[in-house]
């Protein structure tokens, strides 16, 4: 979804008037946004409420390369 919703972004940016670059990026942020709050959801319910979510988000922002690392296992 993060690469998706960056190539949406860049054509937006090299094309700021073109009304359609604009939705696409919109609907590519929203879904990017929509699968990090559905991926932090998934790590609060897989560590039975261990990890909460909000600390859940911050670890895939501030530890993406170590959680990466742990779901390709």
């Known amino acids: ?3 998706i919703a960056d190539h949406a972004e860049a054509d937006y940016d090299r094309k700021p008037e073109n ?3 604009e939705e696409t990026f919109d609907r590519a942020y929203k879904n990017e946004f929509d ?3 559905s991926a932090a ?3 609060e319910y ?3 409420g ?3 979510f909000m600390t859940a988000k911050k670890i895939i922002q501030t530890k993406r390369s170590e959680l990466l690392s742990i779901l390709s296992v």
Do not use: P
Request: aromatic letters at 16%; proline letters at 0%; zero cysteines.
């Open 1 to 3: 979804m993060e690469e």
């Open 19 to 21: 009304k359609e670059y």
């Open 35 to 37: 699968a990090y709050i």
């Open 41 to 43: 959801k998934y790590i």
């Open 46 to 48: 897989m560590t039975d």
């Open 50 to 52: 261990n990890i909460n």
